[in-house]
Each structure stands twice: as structure tokens, then as C-alpha cells.
């Protein structure tokens, strides 16, 4: 199995103090607001960050029928990439502590 991290992942949650939760109810991470801004510059975030994503599924040696876990998924551009990659013999399971950003991320995933 393999697993990606964000680096945006690994930023947010080493700033955490206390309650995770909280923080994502806030507007900090959870609010439908900050997932509908994320899902207005995909094309754009696709464009910078996708010549990376794929160097980074490179080095994971993700491939078909592969299985994958994206910890800190976002509205996830990795998933995303990482599924095409494992195709429909693999597995791919997104996790991040925004649902609005999973329900992007799912939305994305039906298109």
C-alpha cells in the first residue's frame, strides 16, 4: 500500500495545538466556502502542481492495481491522480478532516 502526504497536509496538522475538530469547524479547514474557492482553481492548481503530483506518484510507484491511501487529501488532485493510475483493479481512499473538501474531492471523482 502506499501513502501520500501533503506537504500542505504535514504543514496544517503540525500547527494544530489542541483540537483538530474544532479547527475544521471553524472555517479554517471545513468551511463549504474554502472548498468551493479550492474547486473554482482546480484548472490552475492542476496546471502548477500536476507535473509534481505525477513526480511524486512516480516515486510511489503507483500502478495498477495498486492501493492507496491520501492522508490530508484536500479536493484530491493526488487521489485523483493515483486512481487513474491504479485503474479499476485498484483502491483508492482519500481521508482529510474537511468533508467539504471530500465532497469536492468525490464530486471530482464522478466527472
Known amino acids: 500500500m502506499s501513502i501520500l ?3 500542505r497536509a504535514l504543514f496544517e496538522w503540525a500547527t494544530i495545538v489542541k483540537n483538530p475538530h474544532q479547527l475544521a469547524s471553524s472555517g479554517i479547514w471545513g468551511s463549504a466556502r474554502a472548498a468551493a ?10 496546471r ?5 503530483t505525477e513526480r511524486m506518484l512516480d516515486l510511489a510507484d503507483i ?3 495498486g492501493r492507496v491511501l491520501d492522508v490530508g487529501a484536500g479536493a484530491g ?4 491522480g493515483a486512481a ?3 485503474g479499476p483493479t ?8 474537511s468533508a467539504s473538501m471530500l ?4 464530486a471530482a471523482a464522478r466527472r
Open 63 to 65: 500502478r495498477s492495481g
Open 84 to 86: 487513474r493510475r491504479v
Open 5 to 7: 502526504i501533503s506537504c
Open 90 to 97: 485498484g483502491v483508492v481512499l482519500a481521508t482529510d478532516i
Open 103 to 106: 465532497e469536492t474531492a468525490a
Open 77 to 80: 488532485d493526488q487521489a485523483l
Open 48 to 52: 502548477f502542481f500536476g507535473p509534481v
Open 37 to 46: 474557492d479550492w474547486q473554482r482553481v482546480t484548472a490552475d492548481r492542476v
